[in-house]
């Protein structure tokens, strides 16, 4: 069993930037990819950003050149750096591993998600 725990969320202004955190209990390094999703109150779940074993990513497009995945096989960690944030951009931020391809079906293993809010 792998434990997911997000961190890193909180409020800021419009602009700002925020690195969400996503620690695994379990080694994540067998795990061909890892995802971050996201979910705003009255709106479907949206896959924003992927990353295989390999450090190959895709983004969707309302985050692509300002958002950054990355992920750390020996430490058992996947990152996403957001810059530039807008207020659409606000919602739970949920990290999951196991996603199977691109907008295909999520992996078994979430965590518990983390708030970011972008005023103004």
Do not use: H
Request: hydrophobic share 35%; net charge positive.
């Amino acid at each position: 069993q792998v434990q997911l725990v997000e961190s890193g969320g909180g409020l800021v202004q419009s602009g700002g930037s925020l690195r969400l955190t996503c620690a695994a209990s379990g080694s994540i390094a067998n795990t061909w990819a890892m995802a971050w999703y996201r979910q705003a109150p009255g709106k479907q779940r949206e896959l924003v950003a992927a990353i295989t074993r390999g450090g190959n990513a895709n983004y969707a497009d309302s985050v692509r050149g300002r958002f950054i995945i990355s992920r750390d096989n020996a430490n058992n960690a996947m990152y996403l750096q957001m810059n530039s944030l807008k207020p659409e951009d606000t919602a739970v931020y949920y990290c999951n591993s196991g996603i199977s391809s691109w907008n295909g079906k999520p992996g078994d293993y979430w965590g518990q998600g983390t708030q970011v809010t972008v005023s103004s």
